[in-house]
């Protein structure tokens, strides 16, 4: 079975522009988190999609939004982009509930210039 | 709110040698515990989980970890390191009200001496 595929693995923007993030998660699963890793603030939560609904958010501003899609495929968008959204991106999947192990993608590194 | 706090930023050990990672965690009602190990590069893989029942877990790649709840600690161990266990591992508490949301510790990182 495949993991949890990533696109793209590296992106460099600048201040101001948007972004869009890819995540396919593994096959069957239904539910899909994006998290923001940053040496500073670390590991942070931004929201869960389940079933193409959100089901959780973080506590991220409105600049941060994302979407499910009937596949479970998810993508996540930034807009007006800042030097302090540089980060490692990272999706995990899993079946439904939160006792199912989430499995995570590699992760986007986005640079912001 | 849910928070989860790794007191030691790095640790170094021998290979061979035992290793203990610390995690305290707050969280109001019986939480969901986890252990995840991150090499450069890399994504996050999980180590080992707690629910309930036995308070001893066993894990992935000769790991397991203690659930404390007087002390409301999840400590991670191995009896003999190895020098691929050379990484950062965070610990995580997760909800238990529904849905995958996972807040992590800051993590600490591991470098195993030859």
């Known amino acids: 079975k495949a993991g949890v595929t990533q696109t793209p693995r590296y992106l460099i923007k600048t201040r101001g522009q948007q972004v869009t993030l890819s995540c396919s998660p593994i096959?069957?699963?239904?539910?899909v988190s994006w998290y923001q890793q940053t040496p500073g603030q670390g590991l942070q939560f931004l929201f869960e999609?389940?079933?193409?609904?959100?089901?959780n958010k973080g506590n991220f501003p409105g600049r941060f939004s994302g979407r499910q899609f009937s596949n479970s495929r998810s993508e996540m968008n930034v807009s007006t982009l800042e030097l302090g959204d540089s980060a490692l991106y990272l999706c995990?999947?899993?079946?439904?509930?939160?006792?199912?192990?989430?499995?995570f993608g590699p992760g986007t590194r986005l640079t912001v210039l | 709110a849910q928070s989860v706090t790794q007191p030691d930023i790095h640790i170094t050990v021998s290979e061979g040698a035992s290793l203990e990672l610390r995690c305290n965690y707050s969280?109001?009602?019986?939480?969901?515990l986890f252990w995840y190990v991150q090499s450069p590069g890399q994504g996050l893989q999980l180590l080992l989980k707690?629910?309930?029942?036995?308070?001893l877990v066993q894990g992935i790649k000769g790991f397991e970890a203690e659930f404390k709840r007087s002390q409301s600690s999840f400590n991670l161990r191995k009896p003999s390191v190895h020098w691929s266990d050379a990484a950062e591992y965070f610990c995580?508490?997760?909800?238990?009200?529904?849905?995958?949301?996972?807040?992590f510790g800051t993590g600490t990182q591991l470098k195993v001496e030859l």
């Open positions: 995990a999947s899993s079946s439904v509930g939160t006792r199912d192990e989430q499995f």
């Open positions: 995580a508490v997760g909800t238990t009200g529904g849905g995958n949301k996972l807040t």
């Open positions: 707690y629910f309930s029942g036995d308070t």
């Open positions: 096959s069957g699963h239904r539910s």
């Open positions: 969280y109001g009602a019986t939480p969901y």
């Open positions: 999609y389940f079933s193409e609904t959100q089901r």
